[in-house]
């Protein structure tokens, strides 16, 4: 019989790191947003990446709150 769930640990630090790479994926899309709209000649290319890197930040960001905020229930 398996009796693996019984071996969980409930301290882990997933969440907490998903929190701190979604703010800094986030903070790092903010970086190319402004520098591609400070640009003289703004590439496409350059403010795609920035919502993508933003959006991919956020959505980790919340995943991972939400996982934090689950564990402490």
Known sequence: MKM???FA???TAGPVWGLFLGAL???VGMGLWFNTTLAVMPERQEQSLAVAS???GLFLAVYAGREVCRQRR
């Open 4 to 6: 693996s769930h019984r």
């Open 9 to 11: 640990s409930a301290n």
């Open 25 to 27: 994926m986030t903070f």
């Open 54 to 56: 933003m959006l991919v």
